[in-house]
C-alpha cells in the first residue's frame, strides 16, 4: 500500500507555470506506475499524464501535450507534474495516483489503486 500527498497548487495568470509534487509514502515507491488526473468543478475526472516505473516513457492527454511534463525522483519517492503555458480551462483540482500493474492504457482511472486527497489550481484570465 502507498500514501499519497500532493502539493504545489494555487493561483496562477493564464500563461503561467506551476509545479505540482506527489509524495509517496509506504510500499517501494518504484513498484508502481504513477499518474495525475484533473477534475473541474461539474465535470468527470480526466486523465493528464503518466509515466512508468523507471521514468523512461510517459504519456499524455492531447490536451495538454508539449506544455506538461511528468517526471519522477524514485530517490526521493515523488512525482511531478510541471505545467506550463497554463490556461483558465486547466483550472481544476489535480490528483495523483499509483498503478500496481503492467503498464497499459495509463489513461484509465480504473487502473490505479491509489489516490492523492488532490491539490487545487486556478488559472485566472
Known amino acids: 500500500q502507498v500514501q499519497l500527498v500532493e502539493s504545489g497548487g494555487g493561483l496562477v495568470q493564464a500563461g503561467g507555470s506551476l509545479r505540482l509534487s506527489c509524495a509517496a509514502s509506504g510500499r517501494t515507491f518504484s513498484s508502481y506506475s504513477m499518474g495525475w488526473f484533473r477534475q473541474a468543478p461539474g465535470k468527470e475526472r480526466e486523465f493528464v499524464a503518466a509515466?512508468?516505473?523507471?521514468?523512461?516513457?510517459?504519456y499524455y492527454a492531447d490536451s495538454v501535450k508539449g506544455r506538461f511534463t511528468i517526471s519522477r525522483d524514485n530517490a526521493k519517492n515523488t512525482v511531478y507534474l510541471q505545467m506550463n503555458s497554463l490556461n483558465p480551462e486547466d483550472t481544476a483540482v489535480y490528483y495523483c495516483?499509483?498503478?500496481?500493474?503492467?503498464?497499459?492504457?495509463?489513461?484509465?482511472?480504473?487502473?490505479?489503486?491509489?489516490w492523492g486527497q488532490g491539490t487545487q489550481v486556478t488559472v485566472s484570465s
Open positions: 495516483a499509483a498503478d500496481e500493474g503492467i503498464w497499459a492504457r495509463p489513461f484509465l482511472s480504473s487502473k490505479y489503486e491509489y
Open positions: 509515466i512508468t516505473r523507471s521514468g523512461s516513457s510517459t
